[in-house]
């Protein structure tokens, strides 16, 4: 079975500034999916960032980009210029390919301080 | 195009009653998921289902049923309510083969006294 650890419970930066919270997984697949929600107070998931397992090339989306590390099976996630807005409870999550099941970390939560 | 519309938001039961949560979806997605979010632990999958009359278990499925009767509704029956299920439900719904991620409901609080 697929497991997600982020072994950063609780994060906190000042605004503007560069943050990475980490994430590692365990899966025996070659083809699969990663991907970063974004909880903020409000409940909602929230859609980051996605990687496909066999792209080399790390995803980004405007402030938000990755480090995928294939071999080590690590999937951090790069938030810049960080903004008030920003702050939530971020969730890794894995997905076999096929199988459609999310699989969550247990959830790093960031606070931008002003 | 209201996406995946859970109810109610919040709801407090006793110990024993039964009751079900409400999943809707307009996105003509096949798959839907239900989760339960506990403090530390994540997200865990209760059930999910590929489709209309199709459904399986997930990671923690006892004392939930569900049943998927048309590719809209989802819903998810509680059987005989327990203070271990405390916690906040969400829903979720995708395309088969898309593996986009899942469009999340806004979640049920829900609280078993």
């Known amino acids: 079975a697929q497991t997600v650890t982020q072994s950063q419970p609780e994060m906190s930066v000042q605004e503007a500034e560069t943050v990475t919270l980490s994430c590692t997984y365990d899966?025996?697949?070659?083809?699969?999916?990663l991907f970063w929600y974004k909880q903020p107070p409000s409940r909602q998931m929230i859609l980051v960032i996605r990687q496909e397992a066999y792209k080399q090339q790390n995803a980004t989306e405007n402030r938000f980009s990755v480090n995928f590390q294939k071999a080590a099976k690590s999937f951090s996630l790069k938030i810049s210029d960080s903004q008030l807005g920003d702050t939530a409870m971020y969730f890794c999550?894995?997905?076999?390919?096929?199988?459609?099941?999310?699989?969550f970390g247990q959830g790093t939560r960031l606070t931008i301080n002003p | 195009n209201a996406g995946v519309t859970q109810t109610p938001k919040f709801q407090v039961l006793k110990t024993g009653q039964s009751m079900t949560l409400q999943c809707a979806q307009d996105?003509?997605?096949?798959?839907m998921s239900w989760y339960r979010q506990d403090p530390g632990m994540g997200l865990r999958l209760i059930h999910y289902s590929v489709g209309a009359g199709i459904t399986d278990q997930g990671e923690v499925p006892n004392g939930y049923n569900v049943s998927r009767s048309t590719t809209e509704d989802f819903p998810l029956r509680l059987l005989s309510a327990a203070p271990s299920q405390t916690s906040v439900y969400f829903c979720a719904s995708s395309f088969r083969g898309q593996n986009y991620g899942y469009t999340f409901g806004s979640g049920t609080r829900l609280t078993v006294v």
């Open positions: 899966t025996s697949e070659s083809n699969y999916y």
């Open positions: 996105m003509n997605h096949e798959y």
């Open positions: 999550a894995f997905m076999n390919s096929g199988a459609q099941k999310l699989v």
